[in-house]
């Protein structure tokens, strides 16, 4: 025994800013980030978003400027999310050719692939879902009694999930939490020619209030709930269900979302996962951060950096998170 009495001493490693940077277990890297963009039909201003500070619907120019900026800040991807000048209750305009996610993705690959050979550029993704394209605002078509319709919903997102690799789309990101979505879409794909185009499935996916802000920035016309088929915030283990399932459905990637509240959730699909784990901070989240710190009731800028530090300690390797460009910065 020392004369102090006191053997182990941690405190030691947290003394200096060295040392505690020495000794940082996890390390947030630009290419970690993924950057969600609005990109809406018809805008000839970007819209900024009243409950995203700081987010906008893009016009279809402006977008092309914030993949740009996305490029050159090194993220690891973007994820696109198109609204439509017009809705209807089969999504119509969500695999359209002309759709606004298909030209924007078009022109996003054009822009994403002014790199020299050989130099990794952020990756494509797009939202596959028809939520951004109803006029009801589901996920899915509906059945003649208002129930969303599960295997005719397949039927529509194989169609979208082409359109988008046709558009040049990298990774297909079914979100709507459909039985099967996986397999049809990978089906799909491979029958397209577009074997190499990859699925990030959006797993565990949870009904969850953090996704408010969202609905704003897709002009969302839904009233009621998804809790038929997002899941319920009490269940755990039927995540890693979800996660297994699409896994043997061929996903590339699996997701958690949201992420703040499901780091359990998270650390659990990590640990069994053999393909890389994403997890979507999503709006309300940011939101929340966002809203504290412009009243002065939490320094924002240390809250993000944690915020997002403790989604990657929880095991996610793929971050979706409206702070990346601003995370690239400070990264630098
Ligand atoms: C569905 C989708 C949603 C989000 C991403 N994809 C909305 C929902 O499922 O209700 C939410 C993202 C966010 O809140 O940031 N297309």
Redo the contacts with the bound molecule.
Sequence with gaps: MSSTGIVYRPRRLRATPGMRRLVAETRLHAADLVL?LFVKEGLTEPAPLASMPGQVQHTEDSLVEAVRAARDAGLGGVML?GIPAAKDANGSQGDAADGILQRALRASRTVLDEVPAGTATPVLMA?T?L??FTDHGH?GVLTSTGAVDNDATLTRYASMAVAQAKAGADVISP??MMDGQVATIRDALDDAGFADTSILA?SA?YA?A??????E??D?E?TGD?KTY?MDFANAREGLREADLDLAEGADMVMV??AGSYLDVLRAVADRSDVPVAA?Q???E?AMIEAAGANGWIDRDRAVMESVTSIKRAGADVILT?WALELADWLR
């Design positions: 969600p999310f939202d879902c939520d951004e996920c979100s709507g959006y996916k969850s953090y996704y408010g802000p969202f609905r920035a897709v969302s839904l998804r997002q979302k949201p979507y999503v709006s309300g940011y409206y």
